[in-house]
């Protein structure tokens, strides 16, 4: 599943603000610092996720962001419609697809349906849970074979 710019950017300010919250707003030159975001970019997308009501914005030498409602309470699908605009599904009919393509147009449904609910299932505390983990290495199913030596 692929997201916009604007949405990967907004998920990560929001994760970042809450990360931070108990303890001050955020400046959103400090969020864009600490997530490698263009400012100006990032302050259209924190403007979108004020006004959707997900963070509040201080004005002044001493104001910034912070989450609107605790990071418990803000689940990562909502972060996501907001910032994509997915309140309505914008497929064609299932009529209007030529053959089999109407096949992998009902397929597709199903993974993003299977997503969704992933994302759904996941809050912004959730979320920082899972940043904290130690990565994950694969170390593989298969394992070396030693080479026979010739002649056996």
């Known amino acids: 599943m692929r997201f916009s710019m604007k949405t ?32 100006p970019f990032l302050d259209q997308v924190l403007m979108i996720l004020r006004r959707a009501g997900f963070i509040t914005s201080t004005r002044g030498p001493h104001g910034g962001h912070e989450l609107a409602r605790s990071a418990e309470e803000i689940r990562l699908d909502q972060v996501i419609d907001c910032l994509e605009g997915n309140g309505a599904k914008s497929r064609q009919p299932d009529g209007a697809q030529p053959g089999d393509s109407r096949v992998l ?5 199903k993974a993003e349906d299977a997503a969704r609910d992933v994302f759904a299932s996941h809050t912004l505390a959730d979320c920082l849970r899972l940043r904290r983990l130690e990565p994950r290495v694969f170390h593989g199913i298969f394992h070396a074979v030693p080479d026979k030596p010739r002649g056996s």
């Open 8 to 39: 990967e950017y907004g998920v990560r300010a929001v994760l970042e603000l809450a990360g931070h919250a108990g303890r001050g707003a955020l400046q959103s030159s400090e969020i864009a610092r600490r997530q490698g975001i263009p400012g």
């Open 105 to 109: 147009a009902h397929v597709t449904e």
